[in-house]
C-alpha cells in the first residue's frame, strides 16, 4: 500500500471517529498517532505491509509495547487497531478482521489515588505564588482556578482543559450562583453549579480573562494538554513540601470522596461525575484508616 493510499485510509478512520463515535478531537488524535507507530512497526520491524497483518504479527506489537509504554496507554492502541481493522474490514479491504480477537491488557487497579483534603490542596494553592522561576507563559490565576475545579467540581483533565467561557451561564448573581455545561466523554454532556466562594473566584478571573474562548488556554491559546496541567502540580507540589501524590485525576477522585464525606448520595454523585454506573463511582471513594477502624469497633461493640 502507497503512502498517497494510506492517508486516504488514514482520513477515513479520521472522519470514522469524529462523526461516527463522536470522540473528542483529543481521542481521535491518539487513536490517528497509535495507527502511525503500528505501522511504523510493520514496515521496520515485521517487514510487511499494514494491509498483511495477522493475528500474531498484533500480538508481536503489543509484546514490543509493553516494554516501552505502561497499561493504560497499551489500551490506548488496542482500541485503535480494532476500530481501524474493523473498518477495513467492513469497506472490504481486507478479507480478515485481525484484530477482532485481541485480548485485553490487563491493567492493575489503581493504588496511588489517595483522598487530597484541602488543607493540602490550600498549600498547594498557596505555592503558586511563591514559586520559583515563573515565566510569562505561567497564569497564577489560571492554574489557581483550574485546579479548585478539578477538585471542587470532579471534572476530569480533558473536561477542565475544554471549557469555555460560554459554557459558564449566570443563573442569579446576587446569590452567587451559575451553571458550568460539561461536555464529557463520549459526547455526553451534564451541568454543574458553581457557586458561593468558587463562584467569585471565577467571575474575577473571567473578567480579566482576554483573547480566546478557553477559560484555561494552554500555550498560544490553544487546548493544554494533560501532561502540562501534572507537571504543574507536581511543580507547586515540591515548591510546598507536600509528599503526596497528586494528580489531576486525584484530585476528580477527592471530589468524590468529599461528597461522600458529606452525606451526598451516591446516585448524586455519579450524575455529577459523569459515571454510567454506582459501580464506577464507587472506586472513586476513598475512605481513611481511622474510618474503617471507626466502623469496625462500632460493630464490635454492636452499635
Known amino acids: 500500500m502507497n503512502g498517497k493510499n494510506f492517508n486516504r485510509l488514514l482520513w477515513s478512520f479520521h472522519q470514522h471517529l469524529k462523526h461516527l463515535n463522536n ?28 494491509l498483511q497483518t495477522k493475528e500474531e504479527h498484533l500480538f508481536e506489537f503489543i509484546l514490543d509495547l509493553k516494554k516501552k ?8 492502541f488496542r482500541a485503535a487497531l480494532r476500530r481501524f ?20 491488557v490487563k491493567r492493575k487497579k489503581p493504588t496511588r489515588y489517595k483522598h487530597i483534603p484541602k ?47 460560554e459554557d459558564i451561564k449566570i443563573i442569579d448573581a446576587r446569590r452567587k450562583c451559575a451553571l458550568l455545561n460539561v461536555h464529557g466523554k463520549g459526547a455526553k454532556e451534564r451541568s454543574l453549579f458553581i457557586i458561593d466562594e468558587l463562584y467569585d473566584k471565577t467571575m474575577d478571573y473571567i473578567k480579566n480573562l482576554k ?5 484555561f488556554p494552554g500555550y498560544s491559546n490553544k487546548l493544554m494538554d494533560d501532561s502540562s496541567v501534572n507537571k504543574r502540580i507536581k511543580k507547586y507540589c515540591m515548591t510546598a513540601g507536600i509528599k503526596v501524590h497528586i494528580t489531576a485525576h486525584s484530585l476528580r477522585h477527592s471530589f468524590a470522596s468529599e461528597m461522600y464525606y458529606a452525606s451526598v448520595p451516591l446516585e448524586a454523585v455519579r450524575i455529577m461525575m459523569g459515571h454510567d454506573n454506582l459501580r464506577e463511582t464507587s472506586g472513586y471513594i476513598h475512605v481513611s484508616e481511622s474510618d474503617v477502624k471507626h466502623s469496625l469497633s462500632l460493630l464490635s461493640l454492636g452499635v
Open 69 to 76: 509504554v505502561g497499561p493504560s496507554r497499551i489500551t490506548h
Open 119 to 165: 488543607e493540602i490542596l490550600f498549600r498547594m494553592l498557596d505555592a503558586i505564588d511563591n514559586c520559583p522561576g515563573q515565566t510569562r507563559n505561567d497564569t497564577p490565576a489560571r492554574d489557581k482556578l483550574m485546579f479548585l475545579f478539578l477538585w471542587c467540581l470532579g471534572l476530569r483533565s480533558l473536561e477542565v482543559r475544554s471549557v469555555k467561557k
Open 85 to 104: 481493522f474493523k473498518m477495513i474490514f467492513l469497506y472490504g479491504g481486507i478479507e480478515h478482521n485481525p484484530a477482532k480477537n485481541m485480548l485485553p
Open 211 to 215: 483573547g480566546t474562548g478557553l477559560l
Open 23 to 50: 470522540f473528542s478531537d483529543e481521542t481521535v488524535k491518539t487513536y490517528i498517532c497509535c495507527i502511525l507507530i503500528y505501522k511504523q512497526f510493520c514496515n521496520g520491524t515485521l517487514q510487511i505491509d499494514l
